[in-house]
């Protein structure tokens, strides 16, 4: 079964920066498109950005580009997503999904949450 | 950018019931709508996706239906472990969830 585990969310002030990492315990983690989602306190759900099996195709959502950078180790079956400015409207928990059949996330981490206070 | 409305915002029903969720995208999405459903403290797990395809270990109460801009998710005989939000997604251009479903029993 695979299992994504996330690390790295923390409580950062605004301005600030935080990388968030992903471990894929499976043995097929270069084989697939893999994405970052957040869920805000609301609980709304967005996109923010995916990457493809060799990092020639990257895409973000419009309000993190420029600040968000999403790369990947596939020596060490891990997703990164390195994040800078940071603003309140960051405040999140990061979920690292695989994408399969075309567009779907599947599965989920069980997220790392990211607090922008000061 | 598709905007994706879910209703009704809360759905309350008897166990053994059968709960009809909706899901209007704001221009055409073929077949390409996913259903997930996140229990409390849990992420998000798919339940369908290409509009009625179930996900692998996902039980047959669970059923999808649509095309264009108009989708259903329908559980029949409710049980009490389905208390969950249900979200709609797409995959047209970018991806975006629509705001949720939340599915109490009485």
């Known amino acids: 079964e695979v299992q994504l585990v996330e690390s790295g969310g923390g409580l950062v002030q605004p301005g600030g920066s935080l990388r968030l990492s992903c471990a894929d315990s499976?043995?097929?983690?270069?084989?697939?498109?893999m994405s970052w989602v957040r869920q805000f306190p609301g609980k709304g759900l967005q996109w923010v950005a995916n990457?493809?099996?060799?990092?020639?195709?990257?895409n973000y959502v419009d309000s993190v580009k420029g600040r968000f950078t999403i790369s990947r180790d596939n020596a060490k079956n891990s997703l990164y997503l390195q994040m800078h400015g940071l603003t309140a409207e960051d405040t999140a928990v990061y979920y690292c999904a695989r994408v399969v059949l075309g567009g779907w996330f599947d599965p989920w981490g069980q997220g790392t949450l990211v607090t922008v206070s000061s | 950018e598709i905007v994706l409305t879910q209703s009704p915002a809360t759905l309350s029903l008897s166990p053994g019931e059968r709960a009809t969720l909706s899901c209007r995208a704001s221009q055409s999405l073929s077949r390409y709508l996913a259903w997930y459903q996140q229990k409390p403290g849990q992420p998000p797990r798919l339940l369908i996706y290409?509009?009625?395809n179930r996900a692998t270990g996902i039980p047959a109460r669970f059923s999808g239906s649509g095309s264009g801009t108009d989708f259903t998710l329908t559980i029949s005989n409710l049980e009490p472990e389905d208390v969950a939000v249900y979200y709609c997604q797409h995959r047209s251009t970018g991806f975006t969830f629509g705001p949720g479903t939340k599915v109490d029993i009485k």
């Open positions: 990457i493809n099996q060799d990092a020639s195709e990257i």
């Open positions: 499976g043995f097929s983690f270069r084989s697939y498109w």
């Open positions: 290409d509009a009625s």
